[in-house]
């Protein structure tokens, strides 16, 4: 007789708490409200509507089906390589169903996506899949990804923009930690949650003055 192999899930990763979903959800809302109505932003609107002079609602602009969460592996119910292989990691296993704090030390938003960066703590790394950082990163991209610490694509996605894969999220994250490290930061606006900078092309990024932390349970999701 065959063993039938268990099932890969989608993907792993830390889930917010229903009631920390909602606050975050809050938080962070009342900072797109507050952006599209900056000068800065406004100066480079083009880049999101394509045209000059119209204007964006942030808050419509973007939209997120999944329930929030920071992805460790995408799965692909199997499909994903190196998918079995994380599966059956020991330290997958034991903190599996497990309480986790995650924490938020910047959001970004771009015209594709709207993202919370998560800074990894030494034991949330090793729930992070070696190599994760430079999959599907384009061969432009590689060189300067290689060269920032590991853990550096963590992040929550918080919405994506018409025809956007959330995938999008940690490559906009990515580039724009990319071209920080060039220091090709431009414009920067002192806000209430922190610095807010400009990176060209459409790519803001906020730094928080103080860290959003938030709790999750480490999981999987399947459809
Ligand atoms: P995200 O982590 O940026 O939100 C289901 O699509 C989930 O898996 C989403 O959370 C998505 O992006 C993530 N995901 C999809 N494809 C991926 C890939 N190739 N590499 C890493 N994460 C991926």
């Known amino acids: 007789t065959q063993q039938k192999e268990p ?13 920390e979903e909602e606050r975050i959800k809050c938080a962070t809302m009342d900072f797109l409200k507050t952006l599209d109505t900056l000068e800065a932003f406004k100066e480079h609107i083009s880049e999101f509507t394509g045209e000059a002079e119209k204007e964006v609602d942030l808050e419509q602009y973007f939209q997120n089906a999944l329930p929030l969460h920071c992805t460790t592996k995408f799965c692909d119910y199997g499909k994903a390589e190196g998918a079995k292989e994380y599966a059956e990691l020991l330290v997958v296993k034991e903190s599996f ?13 771009t015209p594709r996506t709207f993202g919370a960066r998560v800074e990894l703590t030494e034991t949330q790394m090793k729930l992070w899949p070696e190599g994760a950082d430079k999959e599907g990163v384009s061969p432009a991209l590689l060189p300067s990804v290689e060269s920032l610490p590991a853990g550096s694509r963590a992040h929550v996605t918080l919405g994506c923009s018409a025809g956007v894969e959330s995938v999008q999220t940690g490559l906009d994250l990515l580039e724009i930690l ?46």
Do not use: C, H, N
């Not at 890969?8 to 229903?18: E, I």
């Not at 169903?97 to 938003?109: F, G, Q, Y």
């Not at 220091?183 to 803001?204: C, D, I, N, P």
């Open 7 to 19: 099932e890969l899930p989608f993907f792993f990763g830390w889930f917010l708490l229903p009631e």
């Open 97 to 109: 169903s497990k309480s986790d704090e995650l924490s938020v030390t910047a959001l970004i938003v």
């Open 178 to 223: 990319a071209l920080q490290k060039e220091g090709k930061e431009g414009t920067q606006v002192e806000m209430e949650l922190g610095t807010l900078s400009y990176l060209s092309e459409g790519r803001w990024f906020l730094a928080l003055r103080e860290p959003i932390t938030a709790d999750t349970t480490f999981s999987s999701f399947s459809d």
